[in-house]
């Protein structure tokens, strides 16, 4: 299923465990033939070797790519599946490229999507904390969109809360009122403005019918239940 992702979004992620070899073991990675990418001929500076190498529980890095038998029990030469079991994580951030980004391998990647897993906040001051993923790579990844906050807005829509204060989303945890002053999130009911314009009645009706009843608390608390996470002001 493909989606336009954005950050807030809650992912299930599955991959079908395929068959491949290992090609070298560390105590701290296990190396296999990569199954699904290949190699970019046109890529000079970037010489990919078809290889990938999952961490074991040893290095401390999270992978959602993983083997079975488990890492740890593999030696080289081993014939081993490779897949991502189900798991749930949440976008932090959406990365575009154009043209598609050069990695070495293809097909190459046209947006990333940067991910955190469960129980996981985003920490802006560790650089490697997030987990990348081409959404439309050669990987046959499974993504399913479990859970968007504000689904029912649009990035960039302006809406008027309840007490009749302007404000831009940006994001589920990214708003910004207009008259500057920074003052937690809108009160529900919310009334669409704008969406790239006047809004079409149906589009405002919607806005107003999905905030009737609930509030901003409400699609954190259901958010934090999936995520296990706090929210951040996102990237986009």
């Keep these: 299923m493909s989606h336009d992702y954005r950050p807030g979004d809650v992912l299930l992620l599955e991959c079908p465990f395929t068959e491949t070899a290992v090609t070298g073991v560390t105590p701290y990675y296990v190396s296999v033939r990569w199954p699904w990418l290949e ?5 000079e500076n970037i010489r990919w070797n078809g290889r990938r190498a999952l961490p074991t529980p040893a290095a401390q890095e999270w992978e959602v790519f993983r083997t079975q038998p488990a890492e740890t029990t593999l030696e080289p030469g081993d014939t081993c599946l490779v897949g991502v079991p189900a798991t749930t994580v949440h976008v932090h951030a959406v990365h575009r490229f154009d043209p598609p980004l050069a990695t070495g391998m293809l097909p190459r990647p046209a947006s990333y999507l940067e991910v955190l897993r469960q129980g996981e906040t985003h920490d802006p001051c560790l650089e490697d904390q997030g987990y990348t993923i081409d959404p439309a790579g050669g990987e046959p990844i499974r993504i399913e969109l479990f859970f968007r906050p504000y689904a029912f807005l649009e990035l960039g829509d302006e809406v008027a ?5 302007a404000w831009r989303f940006d994001a589920a ?64």
């Excluded at 190699?39 to 890529?43: E, G, Y």
């Excluded at 809360?161 to 204060?165: H, K, L, P, Q, Y």
């Excluded at 149906?202 to 954190?220: C, I, P, Y």
């Design 173 to 236: 945890w990214n708003w910004h009122p207009f008259e500057g002053e920074q003052s937690r999130t809108p009160t529900w009911p919310l009334r669409l403005i704008t969406r790239h314009g006047d809004p079409t009645p149906k589009q405002a009706e919607e806005v107003a019918r999905a905030t009737a009843a609930g509030s901003h608390s409400d699609e954190l608390e259901r958010w934090s239940a999936l995520t296990h996470a706090r929210p951040v002001a996102y990237q986009q």
């Design 161 to 165: 809360d309840r007490n009749g204060r």
């Design 39 to 43: 190699v970019d001929p046109q890529v």
